[in-house]
């Protein structure tokens, strides 16, 4: 198994552009969330999905959307990038939400710098 | 509501030396904790994780934490300090809210690990 697995590894962004940030795991998990990590503030939750088209908003959902057509896939669409959204993106999986004691599986990170 | 708090931003340990991460909880929910490592650009990585079975609970690489309800703590602990042990650390509190898994991530405690 490749577990979660992200693209690009690390983007330079101009203010205003849009990306994608892909996400994709190969466990058969039905949860899947998207975390952004700032120096000296953990890991905050973005949106995250029980399930194939179902998707909620976490912690900081503002600026970003998400969509989850398929059990593998969960990208993240940042629509007009600031420079409030620099920082690395984490996915993270795991089998089902479990009563909040599942294992998250998470993916290498996407670093992205908005200029 | 939860929260958690970890009491060091950094701990500076010399290898084969005794390691203690602290970390403090708060829940309105039995919660579940977990301890999680991230190497310098990587991805995080499960060291261990408590769920209401025992209060003891054993890791990977030797690692440990004590789950103390009446002191809401949930410390880690490792006899003997590796040069490989030097990264950041995570405390995780996870409870479910019916909307599915909320994970709330501490600040982190970057280990170092001297000669």
């Known amino acids: 198994n490749a577990g979660v697995t992200q693209t690009p590894k690390f983007q330079v962004l101009k203010t205003g552009q849009s990306m994608t940030l892909q996400c994709a795991q190969d466990?058969?998990?039905?949860?899947m969330s998207w975390y952004r990590q700032d120096p000296g503030m953990g890991l905050r939750l973005i949106h995250y999905?029980?399930?194939?088209?179902?998707?909620d908003q976490g912690e900081v959902p503002n600026g970003y959307n998400v969509s989850r057509s398929t059990t593998e896939d969960f990208p993240l669409r940042l629509l007009s990038a600031a420079p409030s959204q620099t920082s690395v993106y984490f996915c993270?999986?795991?089998?089902?939400?479990?009563?909040?004691?599942?294992?998250?599986?998470f993916g290498p990170g996407t670093r992205l710098l908005v200029l | 509501a939860q929260s958690v708090t970890q009491l060091d931003s950094h701990v500076s340990v010399s290898e084969g030396t005794p390691v203690l991460l602290r970390c403090n909880y708060s829940?309105?929910?039995?919660?579940?904790l977990f301890w999680y490592v991230q190497h310098p650009n990587k991805g995080l990585q499960l060291l261990l994780k408590?769920?209401?079975?025992?209060?003891l609970v054993k890791g990977i690489n030797g690692f440990e934490a004590e789950f103390k309800k009446s002191e809401t703590s949930f410390h880690l602990t490792k006899p003997s300090a590796h040069m490989s042990d030097a990264a950041e650390y995570f405390c995780?509190?996870?409870?479910?809210?019916?909307?599915?898994?909320?994970?709330?991530f501490g600040t982190g405690t970057q280990l170092k690990v001297e000669l």
């Open positions: 408590y769920t209401s079975a025992a209060t």
């Open positions: 993270a999986s795991s089998y089902s939400s479990g009563a909040g004691r599942e294992t998250q599986y």
């Open positions: 466990m058969n998990h039905e949860y």
């Open positions: 999905s029980v399930g194939a088209g179902i998707t």
């Open positions: 829940s309105s929910y039995s919660p579940s």
């Open positions: 995780v509190v996870s409870a479910f809210t019916g909307g599915g898994n909320k994970l709330t």
